[in-house]
Every structure is written in structure tokens, then in C-alpha cells.
């Protein structure tokens, strides 16, 4: 699932922030990742893990220091983790959520995302209205240039 964690991310941070100058991009590449990396993986992994977010989040802030740009972006990308933990339920499953603190094992987890089923194309179908909504509300294009790399 892409558009429905794009979607949601997007909708949501601007529904709470409603900063023009927020760096959605970052957010979606953030939001996507955990599933992009499992799949790949072919098992879930640890970026389905609240640690996971929180030690991102600890990286980011160190690795920010007196750089205020370079904050804001890389916040955007670990808010894009945490929002991929709540809209993708990740919570739902405790030794996911919570790994390594409740053991080091995913192997009776299944990717939520693919769980879901025919679902899925519900989720998306959604997740592309929130996008079409929120690109008409933000006005946010493609075509504006992400400032630097990091």
C-alpha cells in the first residue's frame, strides 16, 4: 500500500500543523518506508517497532544539531514512521509493536498491510482521495525543489 499511508500522513500532519513550509515529501518517504523495507525483506521487521521510530527520532535530533533545516526534514521523514505505525495498526500486534523489548522474533507477524486482504484496494482508493484532497488544500506540486539532501 502506497497512496493510503501517503494519504493519511499528508492529511493528517496538515490537519494538526497546517505549516506551508513542512517538507511533505519526507513525510511520505517516511511513511512508506516501513513497508517498502519489509517487503523487500520479505517478513516484517523492525521499522513496524515503536523503538525503532524513537531511536530514528534520537538519530535525527543528534544529527541536526545546530541545523535547523536539516531538523525539519529529517523530522518530517521520522513523523512519516510514526504515522505509519498508527495508520497501519502496527499496534494491534504487541511483539511487533514493542520489538526487542517483548523478544527479538517476528516470525509469526505478517505484514499488516498484507493482511488486510481485498481491503487493501478500499485503503488505497481512500488513501488517493486524501491525496487529491490535500494536494488541492496544501497545494503541494512535485515540482518544488527539495532543498538539499538532508
Known sequence: MFFWFAGTAVA???FIFRDPLFNYRYLIIGAVLPDVVDVWLGHVGPLHSVVTSVMF???AMLASVGS???RK?????????FMHLVFDGAFLNTKMFWWPLS???F???SLPSVSRGWWIVLFEIVGVLLCIWTWRRVRVTVSQP???VL
Open 146 to 148: 527539495i532543498s538539499g
Open 73 to 81: 526534514r529529517l523530522l518530517a521523514g521520522v513523523i512519516g514512521t
Open 68 to 70: 535547523r533545516p536539516r
Open 107 to 109: 516470525s509469526d507477524a
Open 57 to 59: 527520532l534520537i538519530i
Open 12 to 14: 493528517s500532519v496538515w
Open 103 to 105: 523478544g527479538l522474533g
